[in-house]
T-cell receptor, first 112, second 113 residues
Framework: GEDVEQSLFLSVREGDSSVINCTYT??????LYWYKQEPGAGLQLLTYIFSNMDMKQDQRLTVLLNKKDKHLSLRIADTQTGDSAIYFC????????????FGKGTTLSVSS | EAGVTQFPSHSVIEKGQTVTLRCDPISGHDNLYWYRRVMGKEIKFLLH????????ESGMPNNRFLAERTGGTYSTLKVQPAELEDSGVYFC???????????FGQGTRLTVV
């Protein structure tokens, strides 16, 4: 079955760029997602990318998709302390895209 | 526009008791999903409703879990009887179309003691 892997921890200094990586084994997703979970909060849709795109930029966020290598990354420019959270990569488990498979989440810690 | 809303935010129950979680999807979203994250593991898919019909319940762990969506609006997830391993965070999500962008609620943290 589908498997999604992420590194568990990333620590950066305020103002630096953060890059969170995700690899998946197989996906027919129309969309691939990044969700953010702040302490004590729910899952917030951060951004997503269409599977036929290589890159999507949204303010400080850049998503890169390499379908050949099955690799998805999220870059956060000028990382702030408020960006400290758990970031989940999610891809579809089925053709219909109606069941998502999540990675274990990357805990981003930003120090000032 | 209101997002996906879940009730309660926290629930602590004793083993063997029954708990019912509720999810109100975004208005107009026919597709509703339940997920859960137990013991710090991955977030796992439980099931998918299209309106009031169960489209995919392949992730439901066992018959102690019953999900309903009468009328195709809000959904409930009942756990009866609850076991210790059911502790975790239960998330609900909704999307306008099947496979469309899914928006999640804040989750219900269930603790079974």
């Amino acid at each position: 079955g589908e498997d999604v892997e992420q590194s568990l921890f990333l620590s950066v200094r305020e103002g630096d760029s953060s890059v969170i990586n995700c690899t998946y084994t197989d996906s027919s997703s129309t969309y691939l997602y990044w969700y953010k979970q702040e302490p004590g909060a729910g899952l917030q849709l951060l951004t997503y990318i269409f599977s036929n795109m290589d890159m999507k930029q949204d303010q400080r966020l850049t998503v890169l998709l390499n379908k050949k290598d099955k690799h998805l990354s999220l870059r956060i420019a000028d990382t702030q302390t408020g960006d400290s959270a758990i970031y989940f990569c999610a891809v579809s488990a089925n053709q219909a895209g109606t069941a998502l498979i999540f990675g274990k989440g990357t805990t981003l810690s930003v120090s000032s | 526009e209101a997002g996906v809303t879940q009730f309660p935010s926290h629930s602590v129950i004793e083993k063997g008791q029954t708990v019912t979680l509720r999810c109100d999807p975004i208005s107009g979203h026919d597709n509703l999903y339940w997920y859960r994250r137990v013991m710090g593991k991955e977030i796992k898919f439980l099931l998918h409703f299209v309106k009031e019909s169960k489209q995919d319940e392949s992730g439901m762990p066992n018959n102690r879990f019953l999900a309903e969506r009468t009328g195709g609006t809000y959904s409930t997830l009942k756990v009866q009887p609850a076991e210790l391993e059911d502790s975790g965070v239960y998330f609900c999500a909704s999307s306008q179309s099947p496979g469309g962008v899914a928006f999640f609620g804040q989750g219900t943290r269930l603790t079974v003691v």
